[in-house]
């Protein structure tokens, strides 16, 4: 129960005005660490829905693949430019995004992370792999805004941040395809 409590409070934290402004004024910051915190907070606060319906859980979501399927949809829809346009300048997409996210993506990916065998782990990280690599190669070589609200930039850096993260997710995979974690235990 404490880490939904934990939750929660990192996701009032978060939508506090002075945080959010802050956060959603940097591109980067507001794509690589708000929205994936967003779903931090939402992972955390899953054990508390979890404990409370499982049976819910257990008849929609038995194998993790439709939690997975949710999480993928509502995350690709967040890394869309003109979501995160809209996310600035329309009141109800922000509040929608602070749902979202946690209650959308969050909740899900805990329910189903655990019920994912080895090889489905590894497939969808190998798909945010692939997606992280096209949107970095686009936000670097747009020559015009994607995002209205933000300089040419700041997409430029954004996009690095998502080769980055596609550099580390390759590293991560592979690691497990020559590394057996039964070797060290």
Not at 29 to 42: F, R, S
Not at 90 to 106: D, N, Q, T, W, Y
Request: aromatic share 16%; proline share 6%; net charge negative.
């Amino acid at each position: 129960m404490k880490q939904a409590s934990y939750g929660l409070l990192l996701l009032v934290a978060l939508v506090l005005p002075p945080v959010a402004i802050f956060m959603e004024s940097i591109m980067i910051v507001h794509m690589h660490m708000q929205m994936p915190m967003l779903v931090v907070a939402g992972f955390f606060m899953g054990r508390f829905f979890q404990e409370r319906l499982p049976g819910f859980f257990e008849k929609w979501n038995g194998n993790g693949v439709p939690g997975i399927l949710l999480f993928v949809v509502v995350i690709g829809y967040w890394m869309l430019p003109r979501a995160m346009d809209e996310a600035l300048t329309v009141p109800a997409v922000e509040l929608f995004k602070f749902i979202s996210l946690p209650l959308l993506a969050g909740v899900p990916l805990r329910d189903s992370w655990g019920k994912l065998s080895g090889f489905g782990r590894n497939l969808v990280i190998g798909f945010f792999t692939g997606l992280f690599v096209g949107m970095g190669w686009l936000y670097i070589m747009a020559p015009d805004n994607l995002c209205n609200s933000y300089l040419v930039i700041d997409q430029v850096i954004l996009g690095w941040g998502y080769i980055a993260t596609a550099v580390a997710f390759i590293v991560y995979l592979a690691y497990t395809f020559f590394i057996n974690p039964a070797d060290y235990e």
